[in-house]
């Protein structure tokens, strides 16, 4: 089952038909501990939608949860992050942080600061080395339980890290700096290790970037992650935690101001933003 926000309220999809919900608050709905049972039981007295696209009429899946991620949960990102920090000797930071017990957690973003579906992203002004990082991101609830699953896109501006390790805020958290949506998929189970995860970059028509990676390749496990986070921590309204990338485009790769990205996780469908460069 899969749960969208939209301008009209809550929509469900449900066995490929769409039906929009009674009148819900979003924060309540989404922090549910039995919400597979109140979507189930909504859907009945819910109107039937003939007309509805994801990457148009839904919204990001967010009301006023915080988005936090992890970092360095993949091989393929220790490796990158080891190669940009080496000059400014913080390479030997991440390698450490991939083999630890406590996984890098970190605040990604407010509400405000999150695109949803077809949406604009940012690349910073002062940043001339940006990529986009696809991760399947957890809905917790305010109770630490994982209660759904969407897709995130963990905008990164790699000079800025590489800098130094400490400026990892200012290359992660700023205006428009992260993607979710288009749905929350909504299931007790947690999502087979073989799913995967594919982003494709477009620009001026033309595919420049594709990869793909798997959650075999997750080194941590996504409960491990929300028990790290939720240690001397809160979330009234639930949060968003993006697990970590295992896709990284090249050294020689960055963004570009109307690049088109596309993020897909099979059972959740395909997350598309555009890119334009902050003029804040």
């Not at 009148?23 to 709905?29: F, I, K, M, Q, R």
């Not at 003939?50 to 148009?56: K, L």
């Not at 990001?60 to 988005?67: D, K, L, R, T």
Request: aromatic share 10%; net charge negative.
């Amino acid at each position: 089952m899969k749960l969208y926000k939209t301008e009209n309220g809550p929509v469900i999809e449900h066995r490929s038909e769409f039906y929009q919900l009674p009148e819900t608050d979003w924060d309540v709905l989404i922090n549910r501990s039995d919400i597979e049972i109140v979507l189930t039981s909504l859907t009945r007295r819910a109107i039937r939608l003939y007309r509805f696209s994801p990457e148009t009429d839904a919204l990001a899946p967010i009301g006023n949860q915080e988005v936090w991620a992890a970092g360095v949960t993949y091989y393929r990102s220790r490796a990158a992050r080891m190669e940009e920090s080496k000059s400014a000797g913080g390479g030997d930071f991440y390698d450490r942080v991939y083999s630890a017990a406590r996984p890098e957690l970190f605040f990604k973003a407010t509400p405000h600061r999150v695109a949803g579906p077809g949406q604009n992203l940012r690349i910073r002004r002062d940043s001339k080395w940006n990529v986009p990082e696809p991760e399947l991101a957890l809905l917790v609830n305010s109770l630490g339980q994982i209660i759904g699953y969407t897709i995130g896109n963990d905008m990164s501006s790699r000079d800025i890290e590489g800098e130094n390790p400490l400026y990892l805020p200012q290359a992660k958290v700023y205006a428009q700096c992260c993607g979710l949506g288009p749905a929350i998929l909504v299931c007790e189970q947690p999502l087979d290790p073989a799913t995967g995860i594919e982003i494709e970059i477009i620009r001026d028509g033309a595919t420049v970037f594709h990869g793909h990676t798997d959650l075999t390749n997750l080194k941590r496990r996504p409960q491990e992650l929300v028990e790290y986070l939720f240690r001397d921590n809160v979330f009234p309204y639930g949060c968003f935690l993006l697990t970590g990338t295992g896709v990284v485009p090249p050294d020689d790769f960055t963004l570009a101001v109307e690049d088109e990205v596309r993020i897909t996780i099979e059972p959740i469908g395909t997350l598309v933003n555009y890119v334009t460069q902050s003029e804040i």
